[in-house]
């Protein structure tokens, strides 16, 4: 088992996978050609997610923080042999992709009347603060083949508007935690597709539950999602 593929290795069958998008495109020049989650429509899809009601309150997003390296390590060896996708690989640094994506998802949702890039920010702006806790991809090499695998992690943060101290109350702090695998093949698919998902689907849930918070409406009371929802009644699910 020890003749496994290398890095570079990962890195073909994941160019290979984008040629193969590419080419299913009609191959023309454009975002899909590159390996960039933010412009590449055949890795990434933004979620369609629309604001239940309206917001009256802008956001300054905070630059991502990348607290991978304080992953813990995992608590036991894989049984078959796993090369992880080269970060190199990537047009852009992954934090500056994700970063995109969620000050994109914001907009686009209606969630925020505005992205505030003032820095300092104002005091009445909210503070987006997200932290990316992990994201990895592998190759694993099974004896009847191949299959990828991914995990995520990601934190989404949100401080209320500055108290006279300068202080900020935490409104909402949510985690979005995510693995996928495929199934064992000749040709999985490739790892920034089930990164692409994986953040599609995080970030759709991210939406939703600030909607629900009503952390950006100040005239409505801020909903704690931590606390346990009630069950509805006998009567009531009827």
């Given amino acids: 088992m020890g003749g496994g593929i290398g890095s570079r290795g990962v890195a073909r069958l994941a160019l290979a996978g984008l040629a193969l998008l590419s080419s299913m495109s009609g191959g023309c020049a454009s975002g899909n050609d590159v390996l960039d989650l933010s412009v590449n429509d055949q890795l990434y899809r933004a979620p369609r997610y629309r604001a239940r009601l309206?917001?009256?309150r802008a956001?300054?997003?905070a630059p991502i923080a990348d607290l991978r390296d304080?992953?813990?390590a995992d608590a036991s060896a894989p049984i078959w042999p796993r090369r992880p996708m080269p970060e190199e690989?990537?047009?852009r640094p992954v934090p500056e992709m994700i970063d995109d994506l969620l000050r994109d998802a914001l907009l686009q949702s209606e969630l925020v009347t505005a992205i505030d890039d003032a820095v300092p920010p104002k005091s009445e702006t909210l503070l987006v603060t997200p932290r990316l806790l992990d994201l990895r991809g592998f190759l694993e090499e099974q004896p009847t083949g191949r299959c990828t695998l991914a995990t995520l992690a990601l934190q989404v943060i949100v401080l209320g508007p500055a108290a006279a101290d300068g202080t900020r109350?935490?409104?909402?702090d949510r985690s979005y935690e995510q693995s996928v695998g495929t199934q064992v093949s000749r040709a999985p698919l490739?790892?920034?597709e089930l990164y692409g998902r994986m953040l599609h689907d995080a970030l759709a849930?991210?939406?939703a539950e600030l909607d629900r918070s009503n952390v950006t409406r100040s005239g409505l009371p801020l909903v704690d999602l931590s606390a346990p929802q009630a069950k509805p009644t006998a009567s009531q699910a009827k």
């Avoid at 109350?169 to 909402?172: D, G, K």
């Fill in 54 to 56: 309206p917001v009256d």
């Fill in 59 to 61: 956001v300054f997003v």
């Fill in 70 to 72: 304080q992953r813990p």
């Fill in 89 to 91: 690989l990537w047009a």
């Fill in 169 to 172: 109350a935490t409104l909402f």
């Fill in 190 to 192: 490739p790892i920034p």
């Fill in 205 to 207: 849930r991210a939406l």
